[in-house]
């Protein structure tokens, strides 16, 4: 009688076990894959001059709501060091979208080839945004026009989500 009432005791504790064990592995969600890299390139140009040029990808999450860049930027004769500005969800009525990173040159970086020739810096970043739809990437760089006039140009690329 003793042997009964332990087997059961055990079977219970066992099917407790298993069932907390279930419940608690279930609590993780699935993790979205991502889809392929998209290629990015942006030209500058202003008084007939290149001032900055930027290379690289995005990537779209297949949930729809993330995506992450790694996007090389290049001085090449802006006077001050060019910048890059990362947004969301450009529109006809907002074409600059949500901006989520804005990255800065730290310094001109190292001289590499054509067309970078004056520096460049790598940026990457990863952002979930609800509601995604397009990523927009933005680079500005400046020179004088006239002799005088400081002036910033810029050009931007717009890329689609593709899930």
Do not use: E
Not at 5 to 33: D, K, W
Not at 71 to 77: A, D, E, L, N
Not at 82 to 95: C, F, I, Q, R
């Amino acid at each position: 009688m003793r042997t009964n009432l332990l087997r059961r005791a055990l079977v219970a504790f066992i099917a407790a076990l298993a069932l907390s064990f279930g419940s608690v592995m279930a609590a993780s969600p699935a993790q979205a894959a991502w889809g392929a890299q998209i290629p990015v390139s942006i030209m500058v140009t202003g008084n007939g001059q290149q001032l900055g040029y930027a290379t690289g990808w995005v990537q779209f999450d297949t949930g729809g709501t993330t995506f992450q860049y790694s996007i090389t930027v290049c001085r090449q004769s802006s006077y001050t060091l060019p910048t890059l500005t990362v947004a969301v969800n450009s529109t006809g009525s907002n074409p600059n979208g949500t901006v989520v990173a804005t990255h800065y040159m730290s310094s001109p970086g190292p001289n590499i080839a054509a067309p970078c020739y004056q520096g460049s810096q790598n940026f990457t970043g990863t952002q979930t945004y609800s509601g995604l739809s397009n990523v927009y990437f933005k680079v500005a760089g400046n020179t004088f026009v006239n002799g005088n006039n400081f002036t910033v140009f810029t050009q931007d690329r717009l890329v689609s989500k593709q899930y």
